[in-house]
Structures are given as C-alpha cells and as structure tokens.
C-alpha cells in the first residue's frame, strides 16, 4: 500500500510516495499533520480524497516544502526523541557534577592575535514580563546587571574603555540604553556607551564589537551587556493621528488647530501594537517555528519532551546553585528578586492539553515549548588577557572564534545555529567531537529539534549549505544541560551574554576545554562562537 501527497502549482509538482509498510511509517499521522501545517502556514488550501493528500498553492516549490519533501521520505519515525529520552535518563546528576576531563586538546591561541578573555558574566534574575519588574524602565534593568557586575568585579568605575549594549524593542525615552544605564550606574561620565541591535543576538553583537576593539588595540576593557523589558514595550499611535498630532503642532491660528481636530475620524484613535514578526514577510516567529517543525517531522510529543527537559534541567542547577550568574536585585516598592520565576517543570500530560498557539488547528507549537516574554538584563566584563591579568584577574574563559551567518527569512528563519555552527568549527580548526559543551538558544523547542534534524543531515548539507556532509547534531549529554531559554526565559537583547556566561562557567564546572555557543534571530540571521576554557 502507498500514500501519495501531492504539492502542486502552476510551475512544479511534487508527487511523494511512501511506502507504508515499512517499519518507518508507524508515525503516519505525525507526517500527515506536518503536511497539514505546511501548507496551512503557507496560506495553502489542503484536501484528503481516499489515501492521498491535496496541497495547492500559488507560489513556486519552496525551501520549506523541499525538506518536508525530503523529511517525509528519510525520516524514520521509529528513532523519536521519546526513544532518545529512554536511553538517556532525564537526571542531571551527572551533569551537575563536576566531570574534570583531562586537557590534551590543542589552544586556539595565535602567535601575533591578542587573547581576548571573559572575566566575569551577570544577569539579573530573568522574570515573566508583567510580574515583579513592571514598573521599572529598560535602563533600571541594564543598570542593576552593571552595578552587580562592579560589585562582583571590584572593578573600578573608571578602568573601563567602553561600554555597549544591545537591545531590541527600545524605550523611546533612552534609545541609547547603554549610556543611560551606565550612568545610572556610576560609571564615569567620560566612558564612551553606545546601543546595538540584532534581534535575539543583540547581546552577542555588543559581545563581538566589545572582542573587535579590542582586538584593533582601541581598549583594552570593555563592558558588553543587554537587556529587554517586555513588561511595557511602546504602543504607537495609527499613523494618520500620528501625522495629525505633528500638523497640530506647527499649526499657528486656532482656526488652523480646529480644522485638523475636525478631521480626526474614530480609526485614527486605533492604536499599533508591537508584534513578534518578520517585517520582510509579516509572519509571526511562532508561525514560522511551526512551520519549520512540520517541514522536518518534529512532533508535538518530541517538542513537549524537550521543553519539559530544560525544564526540569534548570530546575536542577538552579537547586544545585549552579546558577551563579544571578545577582539579587531589590525591586523599590516591591520584592527583593534573587531567582528566575518561569522555571516550572509540568509533566507530559498537562503540557499536552494545550492548544496551538499559532497554526490552528494543526499546529504543534504551544505556549508549553516555546520561550516566554521576559523582562531581564545581562553584562559581562570583557578584557585583554594583558590587562586581566595585570589587574589582578582570572578569567573564566578565552573568546576565540565567532561567525554570524544570515539565510532565507520565510523558510529558514530559526537555522542560525545550522548553518553558524559548521563555519565556525572550520574557523578553529574544530570538529563537532571536540566540543565539550554546547550551549543553544532554545527559542522554541521545534526550532532546536529541527536545527538538530538540519544539522545531521547530508542532504541539507549537500541541497543549502554547499556542503559535502553534515556536520552532526551535538550530543544531548552536553547540550544546554542547564536548561535553556526555554525554561530560564528569553530577554530579546540579555540572553547572548548568558550563553557566553553559563558555556564559561560550564566548562569549568566539567572540566571541558571548548565550548560552542549559537543562537538563531529575526531576519533569518544566527551567531556561533567558540569559547575556550581558561587554564584552572
């Protein structure tokens, strides 16, 4: 017996046929619902006659409908992430016990290149937004995370070169964050600051621009940081009252005043509300993480059991204090904060009664697998190995390599890490089997599963990125073992810095010597760096 899907339109036609008796087949209705979700994602109308599926579209075959092409024929069902969970117990035992490896890896340091170090990294507790940060501004935020970072540091209010942060959906009042918070702060007023974006690897930019100066000789100091507060983000006016508010004030008669007031009609007053969308093609990233997930099979079971994984791992390491980037913040009028508030490890049957959230009714992306709105910030303190150590220093960790890699924003919008992580193992030197830790940003829980699914593929490799193999998915005993964004939240502009920070602090809880941090952003762009453990 066959099933034959079949993807037409005015320029191609896909006829996919499945032979059904093959052990691989038992997940026919997961296969069936990506299909579903495909095409309903796509604005595509889709129909069942007998044993044979309908999809009619307008447009050219896509990337996306390509891997789903490719994903329905190669995809054993049968080696799902619930059988990978049976021979992988959930306990983090093990993990959370240092595992000191012996180092006979090579350096990455190079004769003539300046070591670039990470001496410390802190963030403020990272909490659902509209909870116990909602009367503050984006700056308190950043400037808590600066001031836990002098404490933690000693370091003096004027020894640092530069300063700058990144963040995403910016305060009108303080469009440059950076020099706000760090006045706030106590920094000194002739420290230069200045504010970067780059979605959800905003952090990372502030990052790699703190590496470059200093790598160019202009620093040899630098704070990089981020922060978001999603707890009161700004609603616009509509745009004709917008463009009527600036007319009334260069009005000069009352006359002239009145009139414009007469012309306000009541859609004017409809205010704009900011949305998690891609301003290139309208569509929401949760829209778009559900239709990467059904183009490469990921079921709703295997995004529910990786997200109740980090979960329960961030759980674990925040019992354990493993979390020791956190710093208290004292909240005025309210609560002293001293740990993140979405950690909450539900089971598999609660975390299935939920509903789509963006493709209804097929989808499988839910309020359960995907990251939450939080309210948070991060810094980390950035030196030349030089002046670390000259300063009476020990870094935590080199920061060696890093790439930035951008693709299709429709159809591979979440791959940054897929196609971030191959480039920079070739920039070092490395393979996928000399890394000790992987530390992910887990922006859905299909978006990791497909990034895993890409990223262990030879055809992907071979039919988008160029490639003549894969390069293989990381192995899940070093993977986010202390939860992920999932789980510990997901503050646009701070995350990147916790990456860095937790890879660091991983490594030498573990004994490691090289970490690879990644992360996918809006726009279809990703980041990957390599992080080197400091000699203990």
């Given amino acids: 017996m066959y099933l034959y899907f079949k ?43 007998g044993a044979g599926w309908e999809i009619s579209q307008t447009r050219r075959k ?103 942060y990144g963040t995403v959906i910016q305060e009108v009042k303080t469009s440059n964050v950076a020099r706000e918070a760090a006045l706030g702060a106590g920094f000194s007023d002739k420290i230069p600051a200045h504010t970067v974006t780059m979605a959800c690897i905003s952090s990372n930019q502030a990052m790699t621009t703190a590496a470059g100066l200093i790598a160019a000789g202009q620093c040899d100091a630098v704070v990089a940081g981020g922060v978001e507060f999603m707890s009161d983000v700004p609603i616009r006016h509509s745009r004709k009252m917008r463009k009527t508010m600036l007319s009334l004030n260069k009005a000069k008669t009352m006359g002239q005043r009145l009139a414009l007031l007469g012309k306000i009609r009541p859609s004017y007053l409809t205010p704009e509300l900011p949305a998690v969308a891609e301003f290139s093609t309208s569509e929401t990233m949760g829209h778009s993480a559900d239709r990467l997930a059904a183009a490469f099979g990921v079921s709703r079971l295997e995004q529910d059991e990786f997200a109740l994984r980090s979960h329960i791992l961030a759980k674990k390491a925040q019992d354990a204090g493993l979390l020791s980037d956190v710093i208290t913040v004292k909240v005025p009028g309210r609560d002293t904060v001293t740990k993140d508030n979405g950690i909450r490890p539900s089971s598999i049957e609660q975390m299935g009664k939920l509903k789509p959230a963006f493709v209804k009714p097929h989808g499988t992306v839910t309020a359960a697998n995907s990251s939450f709105l939080t309210d948070g910030a991060s810094a980390v303190l950035i030196m030349s190995e030089e002046k670390a150590l000259a300063m009476g220093y020990k870094p935590k960790a080199y920061l060696r390599d890093f790439v930035y890699v951008s693709q299709d924003p429709k159809d591979q919008l979440l791959l940054g890490p897929t196609y971030g992580t191959p480039k920079v193992l070739e920039k070092s030197g490395l393979t996928l089997a000399d890394i000790d830790v992987f530390e992910f940003h887990e922006a859905f829980a299909g978006q990791i599963m497909a990034n895993f699914k890409a990223l262990d593929s030879d055809w992907f490799a071979q039919t988008y990125m160029g490639r003549k193999s894969k390069v293989g998915a990381p192995p899940l005993e070093k993977f986010n073992t202390w939860g992920g964004s999932l789980s510990l939240g997901h503050p646009f502009g701070a995350t990147g810095c916790r990456l860095i920070t937790t890879a660091a602090h991983r490594l030498m809880k573990e004994g490691g010597q090289y970490a690879l941090v990644a992360a996918c952003a809006a726009g279809g762009q990703g980041h990957a760096m390599i992080v080197e453990a400091y000699p203990q």
């Fill in 7 to 49: 993807i037409s339109n005015n320029l191609s036609s896909i006829l996919i046929r499945q032979n059904l008796e093959q052990p691989y087949c038992r997940g026919l209705p997961c296969v069936t619902s990506s299909v579903a979700v495909l095409a309903a994602g796509r604005g595509q109308s889709v129909s069942c006659t």
């Fill in 62 to 164: 896509s990337k996306m409908a390509s891997i789903l092409t490719h994903s329905i024929k190669n995809c054993p069902v049968n080696s799902s992430w619930a059988v990978k969970l049976a021979t992988r117990s959930l306990s983090t035992t093990s993990h959370l016990q240092a595992q000191v490896q012996p180092k006979t890896k090579k350096t990455l340091a190079r004769t003539g290149v300046k070591n670039i170090v990470l001496v410390e990294g802190v963030r403020t507790p990272f909490l659902l937004s509209g909870t116990t940060y909602s009367d503050l501004m984006p700056h308190d935020l950043a400037r808590a995370a600066l001031q836990g970072l002098l404490t933690k540091t000693s370091l003096p209010k004027n020894a640092v070169d530069y300063i700058v």
